[in-house]
């Protein structure tokens, strides 16, 4: 069974600053997806960034980038130039065909 | 433009009482719905998911079900309540294969 693993509960990072979340999953399969979600405490989910396993190239925007390893089977989120808007909670998921399976979430604070 | 509603927003329910919460999509035709619950400062967990009516893929064993009446309408329900019911319920849409999740506002539920 697919699982999604975030070893980090929570994370801080300076406005202004850089921070990296890290990611990895575990899966037989070659042809899947990958995201990161962020959830603010409205609580609504929004798509941060996502990218196909078969592109070599890390996907970014605008201040979010991935570095996207699979043979090491990890996913981790770089956040550059922080914003205290920035500031929420961020999963990790990964989909194959019809499901979508989510990390435990890493909870991001942005220090002004 | 696609939407989706899901209702209620909070529900406070007594231990044993019924639960019957919905979630629609509009602007979009056969897509892949799902069922998530989050507890409190915790990730999200997949309960089921629909890849078309009728169609139920139950993900945790407990105490809850969910059924797909009409293409664009996926319902979660409980026939009793138990008290480790009480999260966060996101319901969530995709289009099928690989593509991301689009996820409702939630619905808050406090079993009392």
């Known amino acids: 069974a697919q699982t999604v693993t975030q070893s980090q509960p929570e994370m801080s990072v300076q406005e202004a600053e850089t921070v990296t979340l890290s990611c990895t999953y575990d899966?037989?399969?070659?042809?899947?997806?990958l995201f990161w979600y962020k959830q603010p405490p409205s609580r609504q989910m929004i798509l941060v960034i996502r990218?196909?396993?078969?592109?070599?190239q890390n996907a970014t925007e605008n201040r979010f980038s991935v570095n996207f390893q699979k043979a090491a089977k990890s996913f981790s989120l770089k956040i550059s130039d922080s914003q205290l808007g920035d500031a929420a909670m961020y999963f990790c998921?990964?989909?194959?065909?019809?499901?979508?399976?989510f990390g435990t979430g890493t909870l991001l604070a942005v220090q002004p | 433009s696609q939407t989706i509603h899901q209702w209620p927003a909070t529900l406070v329910q007594p231990v044993g009482s019924p639960l019957s919460l919905e979630c629609t999509v509009e602007?979009?035709?056969?897509?892949?719905l799902y069922w998530y619950r989050q507890a409190a400062g915790r990730g999200l967990q997949l309960l089921f998911y629909s890849v078309g009516i009728g169609q139920i893929s139950s993900e945790v064993p407990q105490n809850l079900s969910a059924s797909r009446p009409q293409d664009r309408q996926f319902i979660l329900s409980s026939k009793k309540l138990l008290l480790s019911d009480s999260g966060f319920y996101l319901c969530?849409?995709?289009?099928?294969?690989?593509?991301?999740?689009?996820f409702g506002q939630g619905t808050r539920l406090t079993v009392v």
């Open positions: 899966t037989s399969e070659s042809d899947y997806y």
């Open positions: 602007g979009t035709s056969n897509p892949n």
């Open positions: 998921a990964y989909r194959r065909i019809n499901k979508l399976i």
């Open positions: 990218q196909e396993a078969y592109k070599q």
């Open positions: 969530a849409w995709s289009a099928h294969l690989n593509t991301e999740a689009f």
